[in-house]
């Protein structure tokens, strides 16, 4: 597990940063998740286009992506559910 903290409107995270701490962990699968202070949960473009980067990225090491969830307050979106990985 990782924290990152970022800016008020965006953190900067690598796929190669998530993808040495998978490997270092000897993980086969990830779940990323991250929130949004504004209250909506509604996955941002540069959500959509990390995730799917990540997911591409993580596949060549034979680590699936199992989800990536957006948290705002009460609410959380599943990226996996909505069809994005």
Do not use: K
Not at 22 to 42: C, E, I, K, R
């Amino acid at each position: 597990m990782r924290h990152v903290v970022g800016g008020r409107d965006q953190v900067a995270i690598s796929i190669r940063t998530v993808a040495a701490d998978a490997l270092a962990f000897g993980a086969v699968g990830v779940v990323m998740a991250h929130n949004h202070p504004s209250g909506d949960a509604t996955p941002s473009a540069q959500d959509v286009a990390f995730t799917r980067a990540l997911a591409a990225g993580l596949r060549t090491l034979e680590v699936v992506l199992l989800d990536h969830l957006v948290i705002a307050g009460d609410e959380v979106t599943s990226l996996r559910t909505m069809g994005v990985i």
